[in-house]
């Protein structure tokens, strides 16, 4: 009777190596487990690319518009479709970062983003159909300021959604960005500075006239 029982076991040797081994393949599918948690379904990260290129094909149409305007007021649309094309190659910039990014579950986030983006294009395409009067600079520049702050905002989301490596390069282009924005904001006060100036003047110069 012992004899048969012991043909039926097995070396307590074998048996410690297959338990080491079953450890070993538990722990490989818990780093795997935690690492594909993070992704999300290919098709919901098309859905925001294509959003992002109807995005930059919105700029292009709006960095047309600007150059339809160069006939009336050439001296403002230099400075303006310098920053439309800075725009365009940021959004470039930030397209390559996305498609590199492993978003988790703050993706609707950022599709609110894309979708306050794409409402503050629609915004700055119509205040710049009337740039000339000093009520549409200052607030195009309220809506910069209202910017800077969604990509303070942006910045902060980016660290619980992107991987370590990509945060580091993604949070450099927008601090770019921020830069652009500040600059422009110092460009758009001194041209209300100038047209305040240049009202007060002719202003000046219809006093004149009425006292002649």
Do not use: W
């Amino acid at each position: 009777g012992l004899n048969k029982r012991l043909e039926g076991m097995v070396q307590r040797q074998f048996l410690d190596s297959a338990k080491a081994e079953i450890v070993d393949l538990s722990n490989q599918l818990a780093e795997q487990s935690k690492f594909f948690s993070t992704f999300i379904p290919k098709v919901q990260f098309d859905t925001l690319h294509a959003q992002l290129l109807l995005a930059e094909a919105e700029i292009r149409n709006l960095q047309d518009d600007i150059s339809k305007m160069l006939l009336t007021v050439r001296s403002y649309l230099p400075m303006f479709r310098d920053e439309i094309d800075a725009l365009v190659v940021e959004i470039s910039r930030m397209k390559s970062i996305i498609s590199s990014m492993v978003p988790s579950v703050q993706y609707s986030m950022v599709q609110d983003q894309l979708k306050y983006a794409n409402g503050e294009i629609q915004r700055l395409k119509r205040s710049m159909e009337g740039m000339v009067p000093a009520t549409m600079l200052y607030q195009t520049r309220e809506e910069l300021r209202r910017q800077g702050q969604e990509n303070e905002s942006l910045k902060t989301q980016l660290q619980d959604m992107v991987k370590k490596d990509d945060f580091n390069r993604a949070r450099n282009e927008i601090d770019a960005v921020q830069t652009e924005i500040k600059r422009l904001q110092q460009q758009l006060e001194g041209m209300a500075a100038k047209e305040l100036a240049l009202l007060n003047e002719l202003a000046q110069a219809k006093a004149e006239v009425q006292r002649l």
